[in-house]
């Protein structure tokens, strides 16, 4: 916009200024052939201007719909998996994993066909925003096994999603979730993660801005959402009881047509329902109001559970979660140690525990930390000190 404002201030200034040139050099040409000049130039400015911000569309235009062939080349290439697994499974005769393949494939041939539509119809996006740099993670320290791409700007991030959903190279990180005081592992939580062709990752603080920006987050969303499904399904195949827990987006819970197929896929695959838990910040509820809730209520009434996290207000409506199926409530570790805040805390302790609603305390990372909770009678723990987040291993 202030480029826009500027371009237009020089452009009358230019015409004002030949206006005045025409007068003082030729002033037998009268007023009315100076303004006559002022204006053409004026118009000539105006012209120029539209031709760059056209110029700027389509490149931005062309790069978008470079991005979608990419996810729809990936997406092709896991419908193609998955339809071998089918006719594994067609031989087998496991008339459930059958049963469950085909519906996944059904899902993602979905999603392909969409994405394909999509890039015959979406408008242009708005160009990228100014290059800024990476803010600090507080919540997720460095430690010498993960190793972060080195700080980029917008355009740069933008590259390396696209090359990463052309490799297939977006992967599911896991995170265990122990009960205390027993720190036996009962959850995972599944993260996002590009990964740079080195090995380095781009964590979601720095790209899930810039992928809502070019309307790729509800994709990248949905796929990650069926590859955590094929995960669970794995780990059903060997027996384990964990559970997971799964973000998801108001991207997602907006997408009508992704939703209604992915509840069609979990009311026929029952069993997998108890494992995954919806998680939603304490911002996307508020943000959501009664539309969000409403979907949530849909996703209920088939059997799914859900948690709120990244709360920094304790005054929560308790009954409403309650109404919605919310079973779990994480809360970070500084938010419970907080003198200021210790008596609100103390009255949302009490409330949840009378709703049967578990806290989870998050961003645990050092035996010292931990012994500031000792005999606080938590529920549950997660931070580095139980395992960082590990990458997941593919489905077969």
Do not use: W
């Not at 009358?12 to 030949?18: F, I, K, Q, R």
């Amino acid at each position: 916009m202030r480029t826009v404002i500027l371009h237009g201030v020089a452009t009358l200034a230019a015409g004002v200024a030949a206006g005045v040139a025409v007068a003082v050099l030729r002033p037998d040409a009268g007023p009315e052939v100076a303004g006559l000049a002022g204006a053409v130039v004026v118009l000539a400015g105006a012209l120029a201007h539209e031709m760059a911000a056209r110029r700027r569309a389509e490149r931005t235009t062309a790069s978008r719909l470079d991005i979608l062939e990419h996810v729809v080349g990936t997406l092709a290439e896991d419908h193609g998996r998955r339809l071998a697994q089918l006719e594994e499974a067609r031989g087998s005769g496991d008339g459930g994993q059958y049963e469950t393949v085909i519906q996944e494939v059904k899902l993602l041939q979905s999603l392909v066909t969409r994405l394909t539509e999509k890039r015959r119809s979406d408008p242009p996006p708005a160009p990228l925003l100014t290059p800024q740099a990476p803010q600090p993670r507080a919540e997720e320290p460095p430690i010498a096994s993960i190793v972060e791409a080195p700080p980029m700007d917008d355009a740069l991030v933008l590259e390396a999603v696209r090359d990463a959903l052309q490799a297939d190279r977006i992967d599911i990180h896991l995170q265990p979730v122990v009960s205390l005081p027993q720190r036996k592992h009962r959850f995972y939580e599944a993260f996002s993660r590009v990964r740079e062709p080195d090995g380095a990752l781009i964590l979601p603080d720095r790209y899930l801005d810039i992928a809502q920006r070019e309307g790729l987050i509800a994709t990248i969303d949905n796929l990650l959402l069926v590859r955590c499904v094929q995960l669970i399904r794995e780990t059903e195949k060997r027996q384990h009881a964990i559970g997971f827990f799964s973000n998801i987006s108001a991207a997602t819970l907006s997408d009508a047509d992704f939703m209604k197929e992915f509840l069609q896929l979990m009311a026929q695959n029952q069993a997998l329902v108890p494992k995954l838990v919806f998680e939603l910040s304490q911002e996307q509820l508020r943000a959501g109001g009664a539309v969000t809730l409403g979907i949530l209520s849909q996703l209920a009434r088939i059997g799914f559970r859900f948690s709120m996290d990244q709360v920094t207000d304790p005054d929560i409506d308790v009954e409403t979660l309650v109404r919605h199926e919310f079973r779990y409530l994480k809360l970070d570790r500084a938010l419970l140690l907080d003198p200021a805040l210790a008596p609100r805390v103390e009255a949302l302790r009490r409330r949840l525990d009378g709703e049967a609603i578990d806290v989870i305390v998050e961003k645990i990372e050092t035996e010292e930390q931990m012994a500031e909770l000792a005999g606080a009678g938590f529920d549950f723990g997660q931070g580095y000190l139980f395992g960082e987040p590990r990458p997941a291993r593919r489905p077969a």
